[in-house]
């Protein structure tokens, strides 16, 4: 299975906030150039994760994005879940619909493997994934610097 874009960068936007949550909060344009993804790309992500109340823009001075409660004990499963949208892997029933539809096992097989996919993801949470090793080095990319040993 591959993520879209947009659940990649809502990741790992969430991640970023995660790890930042002691400093002034960054502004969506700054977490835009630190994750090399375009500005307006971003806001389209923050806005979304804002709507499902897991991050927090505020705008002007002392403004920024913060990670909310929510969207730090938020299971990644779930997330992508919501963020993926419902669908099949496979597109059965697209423009020119698939000849073996009615008799295919396929279809199924492939349900039950990315249910198993999202259950493997279900127990972890936005918090979980940024625990060292992973935490400290965030926060190197994010200030350009190498994390601290």
Do not use: W
């Amino acid at each position: 299975m591959r993520l879209t874009r947009f659940t990649d960068v809502a990741l790992r936007i969430l991640m970023r906030l995660a790890v930042v949550e002691n400093e002034d909060p960054p502004t969506t344009r700054e977490v835009a150039a630190i994750m090399q993804v375009p500005y307006t790309h971003t806001a389209k992500v923050v806005a979304r994760l804002q709507h499902l109340g897991l991050v927090e823009a505020r705008r002007g001075r002392g403004g920024g994005l913060t990670l909310t409660g929510a969207g730090r004990s938020a299971s990644i499963g779930g997330l992508v879940r919501e963020l993926e949208g419902p669908g099949d892997v496979v597109e059965c029933e697209g423009s020119t619909p698939c000849p073996l539809r009615s008799a295919c096992r396929l279809r199924g097989a492939l349900r039950r493997a990315q249910e198993a996919f999202y259950a493997s993801l279900d127990p972890i949470t936005v918090a979980e994934l940024v625990t060292s090793p992973t935490g400290p080095l965030l926060i190197g990319i994010s200030s350009g610097r190498p994390a601290a040993d």
